[in-house]
């Protein structure tokens, strides 16, 4: 059974367009994260939720709005989508928000913005 | 701000060959987190260790072994008889606080390990 599951797993799309990121977790975490990799491979991390609130909002554009209708799930929406987004985004999850438990990562979201 | 450097960008090793990925990392924290991850070239982040700072423990897995050394700020991390599977991107990582509401992994660039054989 996949821990951290992310669909869809590549997304291709035009400037200007509005896209949804969906992850999934089934290890009954309650801290889920959405972190960038950009194309240098360099990893920041962008939101955090506990309990379905968020904690964490690093400084991303508001075009960008995560949403976690339970803890289990954590989407990602992005409007007017920009070169610049091209990236693969990560959601991870871990036990609690306290930072001494492992983040455990889906499989990636590979976005291409043309 | 906390910060963590991995200096070295890019390895190339034959197999068999002993390697080792350094981290520095920053922190004014007394308590934090440590970790590695591996980006193998099929794209996901896998777990490899995690270490606390109270525990200067060195810790070996099978071929790995990590060097955590609180008096330089560091925290190695040793391939031993490297095979080609260990190709790969390492990340080395710390735990960082936001205020009281969560903490976030904040990751060092990464080292592209190459083996070839």
């Known amino acids: 059974d996949t821990a951290v599951s992310q669909t869809p797993k590549y997304l291709v799309t035009q400037m200007g367009n509005d896209k949804s990121i969906k992850c999934e977790q089934n290890?009954?975490?309650?801290?889920m994260y959405w972190y960038k990799q950009d194309s240098k491979k360099f990893l920041k991390i962008m939101f955090s939720y506990n309990n379905k609130e968020l904690i964490i909002n690093e400084t991303v554009p508001n075009r960008f709005s995560p949403k976690s209708p339970d803890k289990a799930h954590l989407n990602l929406h992005i409007n007017s989508l920009e070169l610049g987004d091209s990236a693969v985004y990560f959601c991870?999850?871990?036990?609690?928000?306290?930072?001494?438990?492992?983040?455990?990562f889906g499989p990636g979201t590979r976005l291409t913005v043309l | 701000a906390q910060k963590v450097t991995q200096a070295q960008t890019e390895i190339s090793v034959v197999e068999k060959e002993d390697v080792t990925l350094d981290c520095v990392y920053e922190?004014?924290?007394?308590?934090?987190?440590l970790f590695w991850y591996k980006q193998p070239p099929s794209g996901e982040l896998v777990f490899l260790i995690r270490r606390n700072s109270f525990d200067e423990q060195n810790e070996i897995s099978g071929r790995y072994s990590w060097n955590f050394q609180k008096s330089t700020s560091s925290f190695n991390f040793t391939i031993t008889a490297s095979q080609v599977v260990d190709s790969a991107v390492y990340f080395c990582a710390l735990s960082e606080e936001y205020g009281q509401a969560g903490t976030a992994l904040i990751f060092g660039k990464g080292t592209t390990l190459s083996v070839s054989s």
């Open positions: 290890l009954g975490h309650d801290t």
């Open positions: 922190t004014r924290d007394t308590t934090y987190y």
């Open positions: 991870a999850s871990s036990q609690d928000p306290g930072g001494r438990n492992e983040q455990f």
